[in-house]
């Protein structure tokens, strides 16, 4: 699909490590959000970055967006138990319509 | 604030049942979307609504399904002739206006699951 984005499928990490997920989209867009997914319950927003925003930072949160590579990443430093969670990040393809979401990436973290 | 409302948590029809699933926005939200997810496909959008108007109904599967917005504080989504195909959790989402910018709050969708 034109509008797609693309993550890494799972990644599973310790307790305190830092884990990366990345996100390719395929059109231009001025806003990359990025959500959780918990199990049994809808995504919910986690933090959001604009094109005049190469970094964003919340708590133990970092994103970033490259605008000439059309990519974004999230970071989660020191991860806890209670980060495991699907991530997606989602783009406004078709400027101020309905957001679309990648794929998602699978988190899970061990004690 | 309860948040976005979906009912019912879990429904089951059989094969050419129709199915039909609520979703009532966040007060005061004008915009209101319809997704669906599953394994294979992942998080697809439908349709949305804003102030009740249908905007974009690019995602809804041509034949089978409809939605609409009677009312500021519910929307339905309609399956006719429901097919294992179907089977998906389907997400209902209400943000406080339409923009790049807006967040979305999502209710914790009705799982459908078509025998």
């Known amino acids: 699909s034109q509008w797609g984005e693309e993550n890494l499928q799972a990644l599973s990490i310790q307790e305190g490590e830092d884990v990366t997920m990345n996100c390719s989209y395929k059109t231009y867009t001025t806003v990359v959000h990025w959500y959780r997914q918990d199990s049994g319950r809808g995504p919910a927003l986690i933090i959001l970055i604009r094109s005049n925003e190469r970094e964003k930072r919340s708590g133990r949160l970092r994103a970033t967006l490259d605008t000439s590579s059309q990519s974004s990443s999230l970071s989660i430093t020191a991860a806890q138990c209670e980060d495991t969670a699907v991530y997606f990040c989602?783009?406004?393809?078709?400027?101020?319509?309905?957001?679309?979401f990648g794929t998602g990436t699978t988190v899970s973290v061990s004690p | 604030n309860a948040g976005v409302i979906q009912t019912p948590r879990h429904k089951v029809t059989g094969k050419g049942q129709e199915a039909t699933l609520w979703c009532e926005p966040i007060s005061g939200h004008s915009a209101v979307f319809w997704y669906r997810q599953t394994i294979v496909q992942g998080l697809e959008f439908l349709t949305y609504f804003r102030n009740q108007a249908p905007i974009d109904d690019s995602g809804m599967p041509k034949e089978r399904f409809s939605a609409q917005m009677p009312n500021q504080s519910h929307s339905t989504l309609k399956i006719q002739s429901t097919q294992p195909q179907d089977s998906a959790v389907y997400l209902c989402?209400?943000?406080?206006?339409?923009?790049?910018?807006?967040?979305?709050?999502f209710g914790h969708g009705t799982k459908l699951s078509v025998l």
């Open positions: 989402a209400s943000s406080l206006d339409m923009g790049s910018n807006e967040r979305l709050f």
């Open positions: 989602a783009t406004d393809a078709r400027g101020g319509r309905a957001l679309i």
